[in-house]
C-alpha cells in the first residue's frame, strides 16, 4: 500500500506497476528464451534476428510474447494525451511484429512480400515508442513531478541511459542495413549481429519499464548506484 491515498487509488497504482512490470519482464525473458533457451533444449540456432524466430520451432513464444507487450500498451495511459498515444501506437506496432512476420532467409531490408515490409516498419516504430518512453515520458521533472520516486535523479538517469541504449543500437542497426556493403553484412551475419543489437536494445527497454514498475531488483539496482551520491551529499554538509 501506498501511504496518503485512499484504497481505490492504491488499487489503480498497484495495477499501473503490475503493468509495467509485466512489460518488463516480457521484455528480459524473450531473448533469453529465444536465444540461449532454444539453443540449449530445443537444439535452434540462433538466428539472424529476433524476428526470423517465428520460422523456427518457437514461433509461439515470439509471436505470444509480442501480443502480451501490445496488450499490456494497449491497457497503460499515462498522464496525458500523447503518452496515451504513444502507448497505442506502441500497442500497434508490437502486434505488428507480432502478426506480420518477417519473409524467411531474408534482410530486413529488402523484403519479398508487402507484409514482411509491414513487419520491418512495425519494429522500427515499436523500438522508436520505447525510447521515446525512456527519453520523454518516464523522467521527471522539477516542474512537474508526476510522480514522487525515491533516488529520482538515479532513475532518471536509468531512463535517459536506457532511451540512448534504444537509439544507439537502432543506428548500428541502420548502419548495417544502409550503409555497410553486402560483404561485410555476410561477415557479421556469421555472428548474428542483428540479434545481438536487438538484444540490447530489449533489454534496455526492459530496464527502464523494470525500475518505473518500482521491481525489487531494480530498486536494488538504483539504491546502490545512489549511495556515492549520498556519500557525497554527507561529506558537503
Not at 4 to 20: E, F, H, P, W
Not at 35 to 58: K, M, R
Not at 221 to 234: E, G, N, S, Y
Request: some cysteine.
Amino acid at each position: 500500500m501506498i501511504p496518503n491515498l485512499s484504497d481505490k487509488t492504491n488499487a489503480l497504482v498497484l495495477s499501473y506497476m503490475g503493468i509495467r512490470r509485466a512489460i518488463g519482464v516480457s521484455g528480459f525473458l524473450l531473448p533469453i528464451v529465444l536465444g540461449p533457451v532454444g539453443w540449449l533444449l530445443f537444439g535452434i540456432d540462433f538466428q539472424d534476428n529476433i524476428s526470423s524466430y517465428y520460422h523456427t520451432g518457437l514461433r509461439d513464444i515470439f509471436v505470444g510474447t509480442m501480443c502480451s507487450i501490445g496488450i499490456f500498451l494497449f491497457c497503460y495511459r499515462g498522464y496525458d494525451r500523447i503518452e496515451s498515444w504513444t502507448a497505442n501506437l506502441g500497442c500497434v506496432s508490437a502486434l505488428g511484429v507480432a502478426l506480420f512476420p518477417l519473409d524467411p532467409n531474408s534482410d530486413p531490408l529488402y523484403q519479398k512480400s508487402l507484409i514482411g515490409y509491414l513487419h520491418s516498419i512495425s519494429g522500427g516504430v515499436f523500438f522508436l515508442t520505447l525510447a521515446t518512453y525512456s527519453l520523454f515520458h518516464f523522467p521527471s521533472s522539477k516542474a512537474n513531478n508526476r510522480e514522487m520516486e525515491p533516488h529520482e535523479t538515479e532513475r532518471n538517469f536509468v531512463y535517459r541511459a536506457s532511451g540512448v541504449v534504444i537509439l544507439l543500437s537502432m543506428a548500428a542497426m541502420g548502419g548495417y542495413l544502409f550503409l555497410i556493403s553486402p560483404e561485410w553484412k555476410r561477415t557479421l551475419n556469421e555472428y548474428n549481429f542483428l540479434f545481438w543489437m536487438e538484444w540490447i536494445a530489449v533489454w534496455a527497454f526492459a530496464s527502464a519499464w523494470l525500475t518505473k514498475g518500482r521491481t525489487i531488483i531494480a530498486d536494488i539496482a538504483v539504491d546502490l548506484m545512489a549511495i556515492p551520491h549520498q556519500l557525497l551529499m554527507k561529506r558537503a554538509k
